[in-house]
T-cell receptor, first 113, second 111 residues
Framework: NAGVTQTPKFRVLKTGQSMTLLCAQD?????MYWYRQDPGMGLRLIHY???????AKGEVPDGYNVSRLKKQNFLLGLESAAPSQTSVYFC????????????FGPGTRLTVT | AQRVTQPEKLLSVFKGAPVELKCNYS??????LFWYVQYSRQRLQLLLR??SRESIKGFTADLNKGETSFHLKKPFAQEEDSAMYYC?????????????FGTGTLLAVQP
């Protein structure tokens, strides 16, 4: 039981490049979330999903897209990376009824130069 | 607007000293509040939730609706308590419950 995993762990991009971050969970959770963590800002919700095939915008969605084609996977895409997207990205999941208890992945550290 | 405020970026104490990490919130309704912890090089994990009224690793937190606070306390700090602590508020909307996090407080326990 791996819990929530994220790929890759680290990545350096140049401005304008694109990439996809993969989040996978093996707990059969319905809900999945993408956050970014910045110094002095805490964690901010980018996008979330309440089930396979559904996604919704969070607090800071601009510049990101997401997809949830399979229940266990939640992908975060950056189509044209900007230095402002330099951050640590966390994925989380939870099941119906657990609400506040979210299970987090180890994070992806992204640097955009 | 719903908001969680953690006024201290850094709290440094000596081992054995009492610890209080402050958290204030604004929310129109009955709040559900949580404390999450992130130890060095580890993932974020739930420490405790107000509804359980539990003590985890010696930490407790009481919801004070009058003062809109949910401070995290421990009577005697240990070096292994050094970590980043986030207070979070649960908010329902968009067919799911979302967490609103504070900016976090780094607790450093000195030997």
């Amino acid at each position: 039981n791996a819990g929530v995993t994220q790929t890759p762990k680290f990545r350096v991009l140049k401005t304008g490049q694109s990439m996809t971050l993969l989040c996978a969970q093996d707990m059969n959770h319905e809900y999945m979330y993408w956050y970014r963590q910045d110094p002095g800002m805490g964690l901010r919700l980018i996008h979330y999903s309440v089930g396979e095939g559904t996604t919704a915008k969070g607090e800071v969605p601009d510049g990101y897209n997401v997809s949830r084609l399979k229940k266990q996977n939640f992908l975060l895409g950056l189509e044209s990376a900007a230095p402002s997207q330099t951050s640590v990205y966390f994925c989380a999941s939870t099941s119906k009824g657990q609400f506040g208890e979210q299970y987090f992945g180890p994070g992806t550290r992204l640097t955009v130069t | 607007a719903q908001r969680v405020t953690q006024p201290e970026k850094l709290l440094s104490v000596f081992k054995g000293a009492p610890v209080e990490l402050k958290c204030n919130y604004s929310y129109s309704g009955s709040p559900e509040l949580f404390w999450y912890v992130q130890y060095s090089r580890q993932r974020l994990q739930l420490l405790l939730r107000h509804i359980s009224r539990e003590s985890i690793k010696g930490f407790t937190a009481d919801l004070n609706k009058g003062e809109t606070s949910f401070h995290l306390k421990k009577p005697f700090a240990q070096e292994e308590d050094s970590a980043m602590y986030y207070c979070a508020l649960s908010r329902y909307g968009g067919a799911t419950t979302k967490l609103i996090f504070g900016t976090g407080t780094l607790l450093a326990v000195q030997p």
